[in-house]
């Protein structure tokens, strides 16, 4: 083989090592590359991966189970059971709140015992017989006003007599000192007047027994109920007939039922969300409501104390539309804070 030839393959064997490893050097540079690549798709993953599972665990925390336990008044049951619905559709679903209506009276003998329910609404203060009894079992009872109710005195719709009383006259019917209509103004019908109520369990009865009545005897024929469907029945069946309750039993069967305009001094005052008020032209037959809190239960058991916070939060938007005048800003927003210091 020429000397030519020999040089001309020496040279291209050295171009062909040196292009082979180049292209080695290459590939390791891309491996090198895909690994890292690969590493920190896989660190970002497992990041996003924690970060999810942090996020899933915080709403966990977040959903309560268990059952929130409520008895008591009758007036406030609207209220309570508005809340306890929305609560349980949009709040914690999970979480089952029931709402009886025993009336205020049977809902504290339910309330003040061991393991009693959870909360007590009440159309009147805590008596002080039943405060001492909580202190005998040693349960923190904390009030929470939730609304403002308008006594309403009703009578049948065919009534176009009675539209109109004072505050006198209303005693008088209650009292038995009028038994006939014609015995308040002769152009009214010669016809017995026929008395309803609602019956001892409830605080509207005690409230118009102590506050209006001054704890005068209600005339003995008055028919007194446990229901208040039943006493709407009741007076939209008679035309002799007139009876109390709260407004929002009033505001929701108005086609059965008429409100009597009250005179208390200075011109007639018919019921209404405007008008029932502490300081407002109805103030002589309004009265707070209430729910009562077994503070220890809110301690034990999240659920209770979850609901007691969003019964504060939510009690003004759901007032109007179940017959309640809401409270005053001020006050909810302290009910709140006190709420909020259990924890």
């Known amino acids: 083989m020429s000397k030519f030839k020999i040089m001309l393959l020496a040279l291209i ?39 999810t599972s942090n996020e899933e665990e915080t709403e966990a925390s977040d959903e309560l189970e268990g059952t929130v336990a409520i008895d008591g008044s009758g007036t406030v049951y609207p209220l309570m059971s508005r809340l306890a619905e929305e609560y349980m559709l949009n709040e914690q679903p999970n979480v089952s709140v029931e709402v009886g209506r025993a009336g205020s009276s049977a809902g504290f003998e339910k309330f003040l015992v061991e393991d009693g329910t959870d909360f007590n ?10 405060q001492a009894k909580a202190d005998e079992l040693g349960m923190e009872v904390m009030e929470i006003k939730v609304a403002l109710d308008g006594l309403t005195i009703v009578v049948n719709p065919e009534n176009d007599w009675a539209e109109e009383l004072t505050a006198e006259q209303i005693e008088d019917i209650f009292l038995g000192n009028v038994t006939k209509w014609s015995e308040i103004d002769s152009s009214w019908p010669d016809e017995e007047i026929q008395t309803y109520g609602p019956n001892e369990n409830h605080g509207t009865y005690e409230f118009f027994y102590e506050e209006i ?33 709260g407004f929002g039993y009033y ?17 007639a005052v018919v019921p209404s969300l405007e008008t029932i008020g502490e300081e407002g032209p109805y103030a002589d ?3 707070p409501v209430f729910t009562y809190l077994n503070v220890d239960h809110a301690k034990e058991k999240p659920e209770v104390y979850d609901y007691a916070e969003y019964v504060v939060e939510s009690i003004n938007d759901f007032a109007g539309e179940t017959g309640f005048a809401p409270i005053p800003d001020d006050e909810q927003q302290a009910l709140l804070e006190d709420v909020q210091a259990i924890q």
């Open 13 to 51: 064997a050295v171009l062909t090592i040196g292009l082979l490893a180049a292209c080695g050097s290459d590939s390791e540079e891309e491996t090198d590359n895909g690994e890292e690549a690969n590493a920190s798709e896989t660190d970002d993953g497992a990041e996003e991966t924690e970060d």
């Open 285 to 287: 037959y309004t009265r």
């Open 121 to 130: 609404d009440a159309s009147r203060p805590i008596k002080d017989e039943e």
């Open 251 to 267: 505001d929701n069967n108005q086609d059965q039922v008429k409100a009597v305009g009250i005179d208390f001094g200075d011109g």
């Open 213 to 245: 009545l001054e704890e005068q005897d209600l005339v003995d024929t008055i028919d007194l109920q446990q229901e208040y469907s039943t006493l709407v029945t009741l007076v939209s069946e008679d035309k002799n007939a007139i009876g109390y309750f």
